[in-house]
């Protein structure tokens, strides 16, 4: 067993910095590069590319990122463990097998968490799915539903592991469950060590974001944090009993200390008491944070509860069309003019009778972001961006709104200055669903190429 395990952070979602993976194997020692790409939209993006291409429906990023650190895998010993697979696991495998015949690339699939084809037997058996925060059974919405995805944890990962995979490629695993797993393959953590399996959870909690914890988006005395132009990417150095220390590579830029950190920590927590995952209930009170020197961060004393016997269920469903669009006022009276222009668009959408279930109105440059509190001097505002979207059912209703915004330019309020994007496009919404199932019913399956 060994004594220090070094997982490193290279993706925080499926969009991050390309040179990432690269400068993170490259750059120092590390045991781990975990990869996290998806989000609760993005599975319903690659479900609609698998409809449109059945070899798709993954993480094409991910391709350059292996190839990019094959080296490293294959003569060094970094093993790489990602959920790039999204909702086509094998096929995304499958390119990277691509990558190269060399007997060292040895590849774990992991596959089950996609509930799609099963949802119907699954509601018949019993198992509502209903959403965790209306109540509703899915059953309301079943025609509608475009993926079903269960979050699974570590142990399928470990089996990858244990089976001499050194790319590891999930579907919809848990973020978390991508740092944990390697660190309870390398300590040998048993399924009730719940204080160990919890901080295995939290280190993958605080580096699944890429440098978000070590010195990107960070608030605390942000002025002052060196070269974000070369931003390190946090690494979780481990010990067997469940201490690690959050740092990064020397020469890199950014800065690790406990208030980076600690935005991480409370980044999508929910309940403190009780972070919920497929291996561990987590509780963040009792998470302890020192110093260890420059861009060091030890963190310790974590304590954990047995895991529930649900897993959750991310489902995403269509659910009618949208469209946004922009206009950009100038001063003087921007602010002003912005706002008349908001009610003469309201008053002609009227006018043609068309419906909507919401019409929202933002002032980009007033309120956008704060909304009524914000103090507004509405004589020193140089420009103000107009953006008007609306929502509903009636595709040829939101296609006529899109037509209304150009003629403002001309018959609308003075000084518009920009015409963003031209006119707007037509989109359909891709609404969440979360809900609970038994354990029980979900079966993950490991598979080596």
Request: aromatic share 6%; proline share 5%.
């Amino acid at each position: 067993m060994k004594n220090l395990v070094r997982v490193a952070s290279g993706q925080g979602f499926w969009g991050d910095s390309l040179d990432a993976p690269r400068q993170q194997v490259d750059g120092g020692q590390i045991d781990y590069l975990m990869l996290d790409y998806l989000a609760e939209v993005t599975m319903s993006i690659l479900q609609k590319q698998k409809e449109r291409d059945p070899s798709m429906g993954y993480a094409r990023d991910f391709v350059g990122a292996i190839e990019s650190v094959l080296q490293g895998i294959t003569e060094r010993g970094v093993k790489v463990i990602a959920n790039a697979g999204g909702v086509n696991p094998p096929a995304c495998a499958a390119a990277i097998r691509s990558l190269t015949k060399s007997e060292k690339l040895r590849i774990a699939v992991v596959t089950g968490d996609d509930l799609l084809g099963s949802l119907d037997e699954l509601i018949e058996s019993g198992h509502a799915l209903s959403n965790m925060e209306s109540g509703e059974p899915l059953s309301s919405i079943r025609d509608r539903v475009l993926s079903a995805n269960a979050y699974i944890g570590s142990v399928p990962i470990v089996e990858g592991l244990t089976r001499g995979a050194n790319v590891v490629i999930t579907g919809r695993s848990t973020d978390t469950a991508l740092t944990m797993a390697p660190l309870r393959f390398e300590f040998g953590w048993k399924d009730n060590e719940w204080d160990k399996l919890a901080a295995g959870i939290i280190a993958g909690h605080i580096i699944e974001c890429g440098a978000q914890c070590s010195g990107g988006n960070c608030l605390y005395d942000w002025k002052s944090i060196p070269d974000l132009a070369n931003v390190g990417y946090p690494i979780a150095e481990a010990k067997p009993d469940g201490s690690f220390v959050i740092t990064k590579h020397e020469g890199t830029g950014g800065r690790i200390n406990v208030p980076s950190v600690a935005e991480q920590l409370v980044y999508e927590m929910g309940d403190p008491h009780e972070y919920i995952t497929p291996d561990v209930v987590a509780d963040f009170t009792t998470i302890q944070l020192a110093q260890d020197g420059p861009d060091r961060v030890k963190v310790f004393g974590i304590k954990g509860r047995p895991a529930t016997d649900k897993l959750k269920v991310s489902i995403a469903y269509r659910s009618g069309f949208k469209a946004v669009g922009t206009l950009v006022y100038a001063w003087p009276e921007a602010y002003e003019k912005a706002q008349a222009a908001d009610r003469v668009l309201r008053e002609r959408l009227d006018r043609l009778g068309l419906k909507f279930d919401q019409i929202l109105t933002e002032f980009v440059g007033v309120s956008s972001t704060h909304g009524r509190l914000t103090p507004i001097n509405s004589s020193e505002v140089n420009e103000v961006q107009l953006r008007v979207g609306v929502r509903g059912e009636n595709r040829k209703d939101v296609e006529r709104f899109t037509r209304e915004i150009a003629p403002l330019v001309l018959n609308g309020p003075p000084s518009v200055t920009g015409f963003a994007g031209g006119r707007p496009k037509v989109e359909e919404i891709v609404a969440y669903w979360p809900a609970l199932i038994d354990k029980k019913v979900v079966n993950t399956k490991v598979e080596i190429v």
